[in-house]
């Protein structure tokens, strides 16, 4: 399950989410795509939200970063964080809740 948030003020969402993990670039490329499956694949017993905050994201990252959003683990929970919309591929609009 993955949840998309646009918004210009990503310090204020980062507060008032919460979340227990936090990938932040300027643009997200492949290699932090990496980290998040890194993330995401670390056993916990609880629910864990993984929150991934970018200006940009580019194409080839957006592709990487599909198959955990369908077929994410149970316990995950992605949270996208983007100035607009439009930022994101249709799959992954479609993939989401926005």
């Known amino acids: 399950m993955s949840k998309i948030i646009i918004t210009d003020d990503f310090e204020k969402a980062i507060q008032e989410l919460k979340p227990d993990e936090i990938i932040k670039a300027d643009e997200l490329k492949v290699e932090d795509v990496g980290k998040i499956r890194d993330l995401a694949y670390i056993a916990e017993k609880n629910k864990k ?7 940009k994201y580019s194409v080839i990252s957006q592709n990487a970063l599909l198959k955990l959003l369908e077929e994410p683990e149970d316990r995950n929970l992605f949270v996208l964080l983007v100035p607009q919309r439009k930022n994101l591929l249709p799959t992954i609009q479609s993939r989401s809740f926005i």
């Open 49 to 55: 939200t993984i929150l991934i905050a970018a200006e």
